[in-house]
């Protein structure tokens, strides 16, 4: 096989991966599969993240310098550095749902740089003189990961937003109207005290082992399981105070408080393991941003003979620098927690993509070179 033959081969096969994964995580936060199936998750995006870095490996073998010299080269590494930070956080938390909310964006990048580049802008030319450096490297590929880890981190504070905007009783209304089965798929009809008995069970065993995993395992879906079992009975086409003895009917109260109950506390635990994983994502994020600009300012210094010049690119750098150090201010020295932060991530979010992409795409400034040339 040619060169031009692999890196097609290794270019498809990472979408057709990050595409399969996507939707394995989808299924899987759908429906609730078993955790078994959570190993499926992590061998797609590491067969991925091979495909990816294997990619980038051949570019620098091929042409002698570090594949981060265009556009393309560029989002090649950012998307497996968004596979890497999945895998990583996977391995270290054990939640499929950073696999669910991960996946997209790490696939909407590949699929821009594979689809739809045009083939010029995907071909590696050699280095102009200003790329020349040992810099390359280092500012570079810092700046790329602090890139992917503010993303991971903004998408993580934007889902938390979401999650607390819930209403539950909202969510247990919805459950019991979406229900189409009664109690007669129990048993026979008539025989209250046998429907009695096993709703009783119902619950029970649906609950019980839910509510025994935490806090042993972070996967707090397992929790909510439970409301799969509730599609089985209609309580609001029931006439319970004709057709089911009392009993019965203290435990349709009993049930929903106890449904109100566990959802809330589900959804109160999954906002705050959102809120401190993607704080302490923005943080290492951050900290890469700042030392990508200042390792930057020296290489500018070298080769331009300044340190900062207010083009674009660097004047949105210090944008979003200056987005996330308010972040972390308010976090760490105001003490704020929840929505207002988060809030300030999901402004960070447009602006990371702006200081990356959208700057890149005007192909004004000293950093145009090798990007989009707008004419």
């Not at 096989?1 to 394995?24: G, N, V």
């Not at 609950?207 to 799969?228: A, D, E, G, R, V």
């Not at 809030?343 to 447009?350: E, K, Q, W």
Request: hydrophobic share 50%; glycine share 6%.
């Amino acid at each position: 096989m040619t060169y031009l033959e692999i890196e097609a081969f290794l270019e498809k096969s990472s979408f057709l991966l990050l595409f399969s994964t996507m939707l394995f995580y989808w299924i899987r936060t759908t429906f609730f599969l078993s955790t078994n199936f959570n190993v499926i998750g992590s061998i797609g995006n590491g067969l991925a993240n091979l495909c990816l870095a294997l990619l980038l490996i051949q570019r620098w073998v091929v042409f002698g310098h570090f594949p981060l010299s265009n556009l393309y080269e560029s989002l090649i590494f950012l998307s497996w550095s968004m596979t890497s930070i999945i895998l990583f956080l996977e391995k270290m938390n054990d939640n499929f749902l950073i696999g669910a909310l991960l996946s997209p964006i790490a696939l909407f990048i590949n699929a821009f740089a594979t689809l739809s580049l045009p083939a010029e802008m995907q071909k590696a030319n050699l280095l102009v003189p200003a790329l020349q450096s040992n810099w390359l490297m280092m500012h570079v590929t810092i700046m790329m990961l602090s890139y992917a880890a503010l993303i991971s981190g903004c998408l993580l504070s934007i889902t938390f937003l979401v999650i607390t905007s819930i209403k539950t009783n909202q969510l247990v209304i919805s459950n019991q109207q979406n229900a189409t089965q009664s109690l007669d798929y129990y048993a026979p009809e008539g025989n209250n005290s046998l429907k009695s008995a096993i709703f009783t069970e119902k619950l029970e065993t649906s609950m019980t082992p839910s509510l025994l995993s935490y806090p042993h395992n972070n996967n707090w879906f397992k929790q909510i399981i439970f409301l799969k079992s509730l599609k089985k009975i209609n309580l609001s086409g029931l006439d319970t105070s004709t057709n089911l003895p009392n009993e019965f009917n203290s435990r349709i109260q009993e049930k929903n408080d106890l449904t109100i109950g566990v959802i809330s506390n589900t959804l109160l635990n999954l906002s705050q393991y959102l809120d401190n994983l993607s704080y302490r994502i923005l943080g290492i994020g951050f900290s890469l941003l700042t030392i990508g600009i200042l390792s930057g300012a020296v290489w500018a210094n070298e080769a331009w003979g300044s340190y900062w010049s207010w083009d674009p690119k660097e004047t949105w750098a210090f944008i979003t620098w200056l987005i996330f150090a308010i972040y972390l201010h308010t976090r760490l020295i105001k003490g704020w927690q929840g929505k207002k932060p988060a809030a300030i991530a999901s402004i960070g979010f447009f602006v990371v993509w702006i200081c990356y992409l959208g700057v890149n795409l005007l192909g004004k400034g000293l950093h145009s070179y090798g990007w989009v040339s707008v004419t």
